[in-house]
C-alpha cells in the first residue's frame, strides 16, 4: 500500500513522460529511507525506478541495493 508521502515523491510532474534522471539520487535516498523503516516493498519498487532510470552512478547504487534484498 502507497503512502500519501510515497505518491508525492513518486508522482511525475504534469506533461512529464517520465521522472528525470537527476531525480535518481533523490529516489535512491527515499528508498534508504523506506528500507530503515522496514518498508522493503515501496523501497524495492523505487530502487528498480532508479536501476532502470536514473542516472549511472544512482543505477550502480541502486542495483547493489536490490542484490542485497531478500
Avoid at 522496514?38 to 536501476?51: F, I
Avoid at 536514473?54 to 534484498?69: M, N, P, T, Y
Wanted: aromatic fraction near 2%; glycine fraction near 8%; proline fraction near 4%.
Amino acid at each position: 500500500m502507497a503512502t500519501a508521502a510515497h505518491e508525492e515523491h513518486t508522482a511525475a510532474p504534469a506533461g512529464d513522460a517520465g521522472w528525470a534522471p537527476r531525480a535518481g539520487q533523490e529516489r535512491l535516498e527515499l528508498a534508504i529511507a523506506y528500507l530503515d523503516l522496514g518498508d522493503a516493498q515501496t523501497a524495492r519498487t523505487l530502487l528498480q525506478e532508479v536501476a532502470e532510470g536514473g542516472d549511472l552512478h544512482s543505477q550502480a547504487q541502486a542495483r547493489e541495493l536490490l542484490a542485497r534484498l531478500p
